[in-house]
């Protein structure tokens, strides 16, 4: 009989190297929780909106672009990927400062579109799924249509990128 495995990919940040020993992560290690209770981080693909308090007519929803980069007047291009929205909004201030009096900014995401999950193996809709919220295997295997009936359940393997440590973890259930 074929071995069967679901992998699900949970990618937060950049390319990583692989733990040897996956049998070290029975339980979350300090850097995984570390990065659950981190502020999100904002990534290419996400809308971030601008509000400008004393400058209305520059409020705008930028989507970030692949490399990581927005474009705004005046300024042009300016590196949003790997900022929270609190740093994200004191770069640009500080940017606009020249052009602007009070180039007070706050910014928020509408859409997080960088926050992806990859199933593939033996589920019933392998595939990209978006996280909209923090969800567990649970939850996203749940959007995946389950495991079909071929799979072997103690061999799902998770693999994580961490934000902190930048290791990739395989985690056997």
């Known amino acids: 009989m074929k071995k069967f495995a679901i992998i699900a990919l949970i990618l937060l940040t950049s390319c990583s190297s692989v733990v040897k020993n996956p049998a070290e992560f029975t339980e979350l290690k300090p850097e995984i929780t570390d990065a659950l209770e981190q502020e999100y981080i904002i990534g290419a693909g996400d809308n971030v909106e601008l509000k400008f308090f004393y400058a209305p007519e520059l409020n705008d929803i930028i989507t970030v672009r692949p490399d990581g980069k927005i474009s705004l007047p005046f300024v042009h291009d300016i590196k949003a990927a790997g900022k929270t929205p609190e740093q994200l909004a004191a770069i640009i201030s500080k940017k606009l400062a020249r052009h602007l009096e009070q180039p007070e900014v706050s910014v928020s995401i509408n ?63």
């Open 111 to 173: 859409d997080f579109a960088s926050q992806k999950v990859f199933i593939i193996g033996e589920v019933n809709k392998p595939g990209a799924f978006q996280l909209t919220q923090r969800e567990d295997l649970l939850q996203v295997l749940g959007e995946a249509g389950w495991v079909t009936p071929a799979s072997r359940n103690e061999e799902i393997v998770i693999i994580r990128k961490t934000l902190k440590a930048k290791s990739q973890f395989i985690m056997p259930i």
